[in-house]
């Protein structure tokens, strides 16, 4: 028993091939050379934390649904409590690049996403959430559409027709999924 153990052992490891290295569709791409991808069916559970002052739900919502509106045909984010990404309004901000309008971060294990933690400076910044500031203000919609890419695994792109463009001016507005967005959710998911 004990030596049929070892040999299996032994054939699982010489069996093991690194997967191929994925083409990668402007996702964030692992140390094994894949795509960063999350561990769940979709819809992927959102939760708005309690520190998000309701006046931004709307304009959450809208981000949430410009998602659910073009990928496919499923939903892509549920808002839920029992969460696996949660969106926090910072009021105080002490991180090093002091230009950011917000961060997300997420966590995985080699290319599997399991959390993401979106967090809104609200220190530093002040938001549009409809029509009405959108020229001086960051236009909040755009933000979260942007984030919500981020959760999703997307990495920045030099493309003016994408939500991951890197920079959002105050009253820029990108609420919209580009193109070349909707192309790379459906390489990646
Ligand atoms: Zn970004």
């Given at each position: 028993?004990?030596?049929?153990?070892?040999?299996?052992?032994?054939?699982?490891?010489?069996c093991y091939r690194?997967?191929?290295?994925?083409?990668s569709?402007?996702?964030?791409?692992?140390?094994?050379?894949q795509?960063?991808?999350?561990?769940?069916?979709?819809?992927?559970?959102?939760?708005?934390?309690?520190s998000?002052p309701?006046i931004?739900?709307?304009?959450?919502?809208?981000?949430v649904?410009?998602?659910?509106?073009?990928?496919?045909?499923?939903q892509?984010f549920?808002?839920?409590d029992?969460s696996?990404?949660?969106?926090?309004?910072r009021?105080?901000w002490?991180?090093?690049?002091?230009?950011e309008?917000?961060?997300?971060?997420?966590?995985f294990i080699?290319?599997?996403?399991?959390?993401?933690t979106?967090?809104?400076?609200?220190?530093?910044?002040?938001?549009?959430?409809d029509?009405?500031?959108?020229?001086?203000?960051?236009?909040?919609?755009?933000?979260?559409?942007?984030?919500?890419?981020h959760?999703?695994?997307?990495?920045?792109?030099?493309?003016?027709?994408?939500?991951?463009?890197?920079?959002l001016?105050?009253?820029?507005i990108?609420?919209?999924?580009g193109i070349v967005?909707?192309?790379?959710?459906?390489c990646g998911?």
């Amino acid at each position: 028993m004990k030596y049929l153990l070892v040999t299996s052992l032994f054939i699982l490891t010489s069996c093991y091939r690194p997967p191929p290295s994925q083409q990668s569709c402007n996702f964030v791409i692992s140390k094994d050379s894949q795509r960063l991808h999350w561990n769940k069916e979709f819809p992927i559970k959102l939760h708005i934390d309690d520190s998000v002052p309701e006046i931004a739900y709307p304009a959450i919502n809208r981000a949430v649904m410009a998602f659910n509106d073009v990928i496919k045909d499923h939903q892509v984010f549920v808002f839920a409590d029992d969460s696996y990404a949660t969106i926090y309004w910072r009021n105080t901000w002490n991180r090093a690049i002091p230009n950011e309008e917000a961060v997300t971060t997420l966590n995985f294990i080699g290319s599997e996403i399991y959390k993401a933690t979106i967090e809104v400076d609200a220190y530093n910044f002040s938001f549009n959430y409809d029509y009405t500031d959108v020229f001086i203000k960051v236009d909040l919609e755009s933000l979260m559409i942007h984030e919500l890419g981020h959760v999703l695994g997307l990495a920045h792109i030099n493309s003016s027709g994408s939500v991951m463009y890197p920079t959002l001016n105050s009253g820029e507005i990108r609420r919209e999924l580009g193109i070349v967005d909707i192309n790379d959710l459906e390489c990646g998911y």
